[in-house]
């Protein structure tokens, strides 16, 4: 029977987290906590570290926050429906192995908990907003005082609309004084969720400029013939009704899923060896390729952050300038998270790589974006209205690409010049 490593995977995200930074990811490192493979399906990893006061004479003002949505279930239950359709089909047919029998009754337990809730943010997810809103709160305090504004704006994704709704919630009934306006509307698509026509073409899944490149690295890494021997008992069904490779990356999709929804199911023990990590690398290449700045897009995917940090900027002036906004609250996806970490400059998310096998060393996507992930400024003010400004990415204090003698505080015009130079 499977080991139910759901637990173990919450304990082990929160107690490694600090340890991430951008170091090589290893196969010992995902064997450790397998959750980590889900790259981008990473259940959010709850911080632990302190901050650093403010240097003497200043308070926060002011907070910019872009989140992803939280947890959620895989996007169609046609992603866990045809692996359960064709393990049912086989073992009809007497086609599979006593471990194939326990995987097939598992789906079919897991099955009543999934159906029709393709693409839904899961209790989790709710629950991860409310954690960030709670600790944005009580970390903050001084910046949402009675009568100040909070924007909340998400994409049309309902995802991101429930994750926007959990998050304002639970900081409305911490700070209920606070003047709240929730929108989710296509006006504000083109910075919430922008990706230019030129970014499409070198990002496209058929025809992008690295498709054979990766088609061939795949090939290389994804093996599955020793979990078919294991699954099956009947090498003929195999070989007129599965398709090895989909069906292990069925599996792997499935497996990381498990961390993102209530449940008790695993199905890690699928995988052996190197074989989770093989699938993660091919993912994590994928990740990067579409979202961060691969050396041979020459800056076009990273660009889609552009209007974003245009709207950074431009709502940070006037919360600054007017005094009345406590917080602006973006809610959108994990392809707008990586390039706006990738522009803004922070730790080392704008390296720039080309060959598949070289990324996972540089780039890493469940440190860039796992669920829930977010990037927030912290503005503060001293009586000389003199203003700083701290990154946060995952509520950990971070670097950008620029010197600070005050770190992790940067003074905002100096950012603000750097920042603006970006755009152009």
């Known amino acids: 029977m499977a080991i139910n490593s759901k637990k173990l995977c919450v304990i082990l995200t929160a107690a490694l987290a600090c340890m991430d930074g951008m170091a090589q990811t290893s196969p010992e490192e995902l064997r450790a906590n397998p959750c980590k493979a889900g790259g981008v399906y990473l259940a959010y990893p709850v911080p632990t570290e302190a901050l650093t006061p403010a240097p003497k004479g200043y308070k926060p003002v002011y907070i910019s926050h872009y989140g992803r949505h939280g947890s959620r279930y895989l996007i169609g239950d046609r992603d866990y429906g045809w692996v359960v359709d064709l393990f049912n089909d086989a073992r009809q047919h007497n086609?599979?192995?006593?471990?194939?029998?326990?995987?097939?009754?598992r789906l079919n337990k897991l099955w009543p908990e999934v159906e029709h809730r393709g693409g839904d943010l899961s209790i989790i997810g709710v629950q991860q907003q409310q954690g960030i809103a709670e600790r944005m709160y009580r970390n903050y305090p001084n910046v949402f005082k009675a009568g100040q504004k909070v924007s909340a704006r998400s994409t049309m994704s309902l995802r991101c609309a429930m994750s926007m709704a959990a998050f304002g919630d639970r900081l409305k009934t911490l700070a209920p004084q606070l003047d709240f306006l929730y929108e989710a509307s296509d006006r504000y698509m083109a910075y919430l969720n922008y990706h230019a026509d030129s970014s499409n073409v070198f990002t496209h899944d058929k025809t992008g400029p690295w498709v054979e490149e990766y088609r061939k690295f795949e090939e290389e890494k994804i093996q599955p013939d020793r979990m078919m021997k294991a699954l099956f008992s009947d090498r003929q069904y195999v070989r007129k009704k599965v398709n090895p490779t989909n069906l292990?990356?069925?599996?792997?999709?499935?497996?990381?899923?498990?961390?993102?929804?209530?449940?008790?199911?695993?199905?890690?023990?699928?995988f052996e060896g190197d074989e989770l990590f093989n699938v993660w690398q091919c993912n994590n290449y994928r990740f990067y390729v579409c979202n961060a700045n691969h050396a041979a897009s020459k800056g076009i995917v990273v660009d889609n952050a552009t209007h974003l940090l245009r709207n950074i900027i431009e709502s940070a002036d006037e919360a600054l300038s007017k005094g009345d906004v406590a917080a602006t609250l973006r809610f959108g996806h994990d392809g707008n998270v990586i390039p706006l970490l990738a522009i803004l400059g922070i730790e080392n998310f704008n390296v720039a790589v080309e060959a598949p096998e070289e990324v996972y060393k540089a780039w890493c996507d469940f440190q860039a974006a796992p669920m829930a992930a977010n990037v927030q400024m912290v503005f503060y003010k001293n009586k000389s209205n003199d203003v700083l400004v701290k990154f946060m990415h995952n509520e950990r204090e971070v670097h950008i690409a620029m010197d600070s003698d005050i770190w992790p505080y940067y003074r905002w015009n100096d950012v603000r010049e750097y920042l603006s130079k970006r755009l152009k």
Do not use: R
């Open 95 to 105: 086609a599979l192995t006593e471990k194939g029998k326990d995987v097939c009754d």
């Open 248 to 270: 292990m990356w069925g599996f792997y999709w499935i497996a990381v899923d498990m961390q993102d929804i209530p449940t008790d199911l695993s199905f890690f023990d699928v």
